[in-house]
T-cell receptor, first 114, second 114 residues
C-alpha cells in the first residue's frame, strides 16, 4: 500500500506556464482533496472530489482546475502559473465524507513560480 | 478571516515535561476538532480528535481538551519526547452539503529538547 503519492516533489515554473500536479491513492478512497500550505496561513482547501466525476470548489479555487476521471487519480492543473501560486501543495484522501473519516495526506509538492 | 487560530508559532519544552499546544476558533458551526502532526518534507498525519459533544479525549501520551464556551481546545503531550518535535496543526470540521471540510490553523512548531 503506497497510500497517497504525489509527483513531482519539486517544480519551478515561469509565470504563465502551465503544469499538472499529480495525485494518486491506492486505498480505494472516494473523497480526495487538494490543499496549499503557505507561511502563516495553515493549509487551505483548493478543490475536492466526493467521487469519480464529481468535483467542487474549496476555499481558494481561483487559478486551479481539477478533474476526477478515476477513483485513484485527482490531478491539479495550473493553467497559467502566477508567483502567488508559489506554495507547498498537499493532496489528501479519505474513505468517507464524515469528519471522523481520517484524511491521509501525500508528501507534498513544493512549487516555485518565478 | 482566520477561523482557527494557533497564536503560538513555536514552543520549546524539555524532554519528559508536558507540552501544551493551544487552539482557538470562532465558527460556532464547527462540531469536530482534530490535531495533525507534520514532520519536514512529509504530509500531515492525523494524531487525535474530539467531537464537540465531549470535553476530553485521551490516546496514550496525547490528550485533547475542548472548552466549547471559550471556543478553545488544547493538546497535552505527557511526557514529551524528542520524536514529538514537529509542527502541530489544529483543524476544525463542519459539514457542508454532506461533506466534511477541514479548516486548519497556522501551526505550532514544537521542539522537545534533551
Amino acid at each position: 500500500n503506497a497510500g497517497v503519492t504525489q509527483t513531482p516533489k519539486f517544480q519551478v515554473l515561469k509565470t504563465g506556464q502551465s503544469m499538472t500536479l499529480q495525485c494518486a491513492q491506492d486505498m480505494n478512497h472516494e473523497y480526495m482533496s487538494w490543499y496549499r500550505q503557505d507561511p502563516g496561513m495553515g493549509l487551505r482547501l483548493i478543490h475536492y472530489s466526493v467521487g469519480a466525476g464529481i468535483t467542487d470548489q474549496g476555499e481558494v479555487p481561483n487559478g486551479y482546475n481539477v478533474s476526477r476521471s478515476t477513483t485513484e487519480d485527482f490531478p491539479l492543473r495550473l493553467l497559467s502559473a502566477a508567483p502567488s501560486q508559489t506554495s507547498v501543495y498537499f493532496c489528501a484522501s479519505s474513505s468517507g465524507l464524515a469528519h471522523y473519516n481520517e484524511q491521509f495526506f501525500g508528501p507534498g509538492t513544493r512549487l516555485t513560480v518565478l | 478571516d482566520q477561523q482557527v487560530k494557533q497564536n503560538s508559532p513555536s514552543l520549546s519544552v524539555q524532554e519528559g515535561r508536558i507540552s501544551i499546544l493551544n487552539c482557538d476558533y470562532t465558527n460556532s458551526m464547527f462540531d469536530y476538532f482534530l490535531w495533525y502532526k507534520k514532520y519536514p518534507a512529509e504530509g500531515p498525519t492525523f494524531l487525535i480528535s474530539i467531537s464537540s459533544i465531549k470535553d476530553k479525549n485521551e490516546d496514550g501520551r496525547f490528550t485533547v481538551f475542548l472548552n466549547k464556551s471559550a471556543k478553545h481546545l488544547s493538546l497535552h503531550i505527557v511526557p514529551s519526547q524528542p520524536g514529538d518535535s514537529a509542527v502541530y496543526f489544529c483543524a476544525a470540521s463542519a459539514s457542508v452539503r454532506g461533506a466534511s471540510k477541514l479548516t486548519f490553523g497556522t501551526g505550532t512548531r514544537l521542539q522537545v529538547t534533551l
